[in-house]
């Protein structure tokens, strides 16, 4: 039986055992009782809202409807969540996108790219672009997912959408804490597991003190077959530590001051990539012990490594003034990251492929290791209306300095001495065949503001601006063999950017309102790397280094959209729908420089997203609950970059999708609890997500599948090409929880992916596939367990 049709088997019978009834029994339910859903309260505007009264596009999920659905990080999040998407591009490397709008794969040495979905920690900025923080998602309040621009209120970031992480704060009214356990075992892996805390601790009637721990062990699943033959198990499993404390001080009734300190660390040992072709291990060689990979298979000569120690420090104060808010934030973040990964593929189709030098220097070992260190301030201040009158209004100024340092290491231990080829230069070391250094500096200023004013008690029009100016200086070392030399040279691009937004919400019922908006995003420009020219063939050299200009520019969006909000059954639920048209100019497309190994940003005149996104939430019962996602995006390119004979550069053709967002995603939810008759009571959720075909980059929509002609003179082969699909299939996940809970506690068996549905989340390649071709996926079926207990 195929993993779909086990799949839908799943579905079925785990359906069955939710109800309680046969697969494919129908039956009436009771008639409900107290069924009133609790709505969300909000902040997307900056102030306090009913979710349903906010008047675009937004969704919230509790922490405890998170985790009844076996949500535990921001991907797993984004597949029940219409028009919200993150392609998994490795342990803490992920690419954020909302309804379609994406430009490409970002990949380590980018670190001049900015992203397209802001991320918040509750008032704090902490996205940034490739690396957003993983963290984890226990004692949060919520999480809200901003759809369309935000760029008047959260600025540079948010050209298509914003992230919040909500925090559940310090109070001075009771003392409160949690605690949770769960282990948990992967099918065919290992094992993993987890212990988090949360207290919140009056100190006095004017302040409390609120903490948060956790420490979590990821279970690994991923096999690493070595030189020898010899296989590692498990290679990708790694741990996750943090704290996070907030004190709340209240020296009177009007102002509150909240400082804030959160520290997390995650060391994984390997990635979740399954190699189906690597020129140092495959099923074609005559000169080394061949190898079969796939299935949950990767070879690799050395250990891989990905490391990520972030701290952020925040200062929140607000003063309230009766009819006038005040609220400061400052957060100061320093993050530092280290990813260590097996550059055999990659150095051995260059020094065997491509120079032609013997297996005793093309096999050996070159870790390459990136770091970043990135130190952010931010300081935000504004003012806001306090009353009740019919006008609501917010303005305030915003600056930040990021310092981020970025630099590679290849370090080929024994080349020169072995292949008789000096490799020291001015700043490279012997055998630091590709060595850079690359700081950035970058400033920017922002002013906004934003007005909703009542007009009748059923239409409110709401305008806002944000004014935006950036600097950026950045000071390029490139050195190495590998290199196209490039000793200490500055870069320096400037920009500013108006991000305007309109609004009319009309209240057709008591329960339905109906909005409409036109909105802009803005992503800032920023800097090109030169080519790695050694590596290039002339051919290469000359269509891509015409396009890598110094800078490139802003990419803005102008977002037209329609929706209406709507409860349900007097209370019992919700219906959300809003259609939109997005205009992008000057889309930021990532091209893969193909010989060059080098990768870099040219501005695309003109692309567009069109569709909608639904979400729906129902209690039926006093027992039985419902919840639905669905989104479609028809996101392309409606312009094309050229070579200089009038081709199509990279895949970025007139009416080519836009990269790693599907056109249809969906979700359906079904909840069950029933009192049992010793006064507990039993719960369930089974939840299925559908996430549908997508690409990784532009260019893997032209000759796919693609003929790749292999590198000769590396194992001597007896293939002398390889034809490699590059679509991404759509694919079903099936979480299904099912527990018990008594006064204070809970406990709950769960089975994630029940399916078994391998995944894949985006193609890895190496030197234009001819290195390396496979995949990041996924975890196969995991059981587990979690007890948690309030107090």
Known sequence: MTNRKLALSLRASALALLIGAPAGQVFAAEAPSDTEVQELVVTARKRDEQLIDVPFSVAAQSEALMRNRGVTNVEELSRTVASFTVQNLGPGQSQV???????GQIVRDQPGVKEQVGVYLDESVISMSLFTPDLDLFDLNRVEVLRGPQGTLFGSGSLSGTVRYITNQPRTDKFEGTVEATASTVQGGSTGGNLKGAVNMP?????????????????????????????????????????RAALLFKPSENLSITPRILYQKIDVDGFNRVDIYNILANPFTTTRPR????????????????KDEFTLGDLTVQYDMGDLRFTSITSYSDRNVLVLRDAGALTSSITGGSIGLPPAVYTLDSPLADTTDSKTFTQEARISSGGEGPLQWVAGAFYSHIDRDYAQDL??????AISGIPSASDVAPTDHLYYSTVPYKQKQFALFGEATYSVTDRLDITGGLRWADYKETRTLTFDGIFADKTIAVPGRTKADAWAPRAIVAYKATDDITLNAQVSKGFRLGGINDPLNRPLCTPADFATF?????????????????????????????????????????????TIDAGSCSSRIIANVKSAKSTGFDAEFDYRLTDNFDIAATASYNDAKLTSSLNDAAGNPIQGLRDGNRLPTVPRFQGSVSVGYEREMQSGLEAFSNLTWQHVGKRYTQVSDQENNPRTVALFPNVGAGTATSLIFPLELPSYDVLNLRIGVRGEGWEAAAFVNNLGDERAKLS????????ARYGF?????????ATVRKSF
């Open 203 to 243: 100190l006095s009637e004017q302040a409390a003190l609120r903490v948060t721990a956790y420490a979590e062990k990821f279970p690994g699943f991923i096999d690493a077959v070595q030189p020898g033959g010899s296989v590692d198990k498990d290679v990708n499993d790694g741990t996750r530590y943090g704290v």
């Open 545 to 589: 280094n015409a396009l890598s200009t110094p800078s490139f520019k802003n990419e803005t969006v102008w977002n037209y959209e329609a929706g209406m909000k709507a409860r349900l059954g007097g209370g019992r639920g919700s219906l959300t729908l809003a259609g939109f048209y997005a205009d992008i100019s000057n889309l930021q497309a």
């Open 97 to 103: 996108a909302i309804r379609g709008i994406s430009a």
């Open 411 to 416: 370090f080929v231990k024994g080349f020169s």
């Open 763 to 770: 193609i890895d390649r190496e030197r234009g596939l001819r």
């Open 291 to 306: 190898a079969t990979l796939g299935g949950l298979k990767q070879f690799t000569q050395l250990q891989e490594k990905f």
């Open 776 to 784: 990041l996926t996924n975890a196969p079926r995991t059981y587990g």
